[in-house]
């Protein structure tokens, strides 16, 4: 059993910065090895990729809209997903979702949310103007 909890959102001016965490666990096991992506999702909107990482060599790929302001990393033992997010914009508001999949001898990021077999249950941001 996979469990992804993401913290570290909250209300915050834009031009503000802050930092997402997302912890994984798997029951018994080492969390080892997953891919791992953040997605969000605005009201009245589709879910959409923020941004990736792959386990083996660190690869990262980001959406347009944050590419420059948002920066994706984990930590040393990679159970633990950060976003730390500059340069806030109201746009940004949304529920930002941790999510992780297998990736055993794969560099692959992945972009799309079907290609994630495991979620978080969200964390709110929201960026006042």
């Known amino acids: 059993q996979v469990q992804l909890v993401e913290s570290g959102g909250g209300l915050v001016l834009a031009g503000s910065s802050l930092r997402l965490s997302c912890a994984g666990s798997a029951s018994g096991q080492t969390f080892a090895p997953y891919a791992m992506g953040w997605f969000r999702q605005a009201p009245g909107k589709v879910r959409e990729f923020v941004g990736g990482?792959?386990?083996?060599?660190?690869?990262?790929r980001y959406a347009d809209s944050v590419k420059g302001r948002f920066t994706i990393s984990t930590n040393n033992v990679k159970n633990t997903l950060f976003l730390q997010m500059n340069m806030l914009k109201s746009e940004d508001t949304a529920v930002y979702y941790c999510?992780?999949?297998?990736?055993?001898?794969?560099?692959?990021?992945?972009?799309?949310?079907?290609?994630?077999?495991?979620w978080g249950q969200g964390t709110q941001v929201t960026v006042s103007s």
């Open positions: 990482i792959d386990w083996s060599e660190g690869n990262t």
């Open positions: 999510a992780a999949r297998p990736a055993v001898g794969t560099t692959t990021v992945y972009t799309d949310a079907s290609d994630y077999r495991y």
